[in-house]
């Protein structure tokens, strides 16, 4: 493919990423690769032919932009997300916790939807999220995992059993353990996107595992493991 063709691709390629935003899960994902193109074409704009180095770059990333729609247009065909948050579906008396709680005015009242066999959630830090300028506080993603895990065994128990997730009596879950590794710091200022997976299910107990990505890259991981709460924890 000669130069000018393959700047053509990257044009297109990053008006259909930007397209993706139909679906926002995909379009936070697909944001990171989109602003690459962008910026390398912006680099090359009134420039003579670009070197191999820059050459080889954009073949990463056309390489990731199709994979990205590729994915998008199977899981998107393949996957119906649920209309109403997992924790929108919490009985008022479970509902004040500072991570995930709609009745916590000062929470950071996360929302997690149930796509298929996993829990999805973006999350847009506040400018108060601060580590250092430019980075997100790594207290504030190991939240983000524990409650977004906590409300994907919920939903997961609900599946198993066959019920619809506003019938009680309501599965609640608390963590007993959780562990994150840091992969790579995480940018201040752009949406989060959370995604947890079930790992076991067996008795009151529910083992996930998760990621968090920004721009497109996975920043943290997390394994947590959360047990069903008893209903007198909660007056019940």
Known sequence: MTVPA???????????????SVDSVWAHRASGVRGALLRWLDNQAGNTTPTDDELEQLERLVSRAFEI?????REIRETKMSEQAIQDYYPDNVSYCYGCGRL???GLQ???YWAGDEAVCIYQPRPEHIAIPGY???GLIASLIDCHCTGAAAAASYQ???????SLPAFRYVTASLKVDYLKPTPLGVPLELRAR?????????VLQATLAAEGEIRARGEVVTVQAPPEMFGE
Do not use: F
């Open 6 to 20: 393959q700047i053509d691709l990257a044009r297109q390629l990053a008006s259909r990423l930007e397209r993706l």
């Open 69 to 73: 729609l590729t994915r998008a247009a």
């Open 104 to 106: 916590n005015e000062k």
């Open 110 to 112: 996360i929302k997690s």
């Open 136 to 138: 997100v506080y790594g």
């Open 160 to 166: 198993a059993a066959g019920r619809p997730m506003d």
């Open 198 to 206: 079930v790992v076991e299910i067996k008795g009151r107990k529910v």
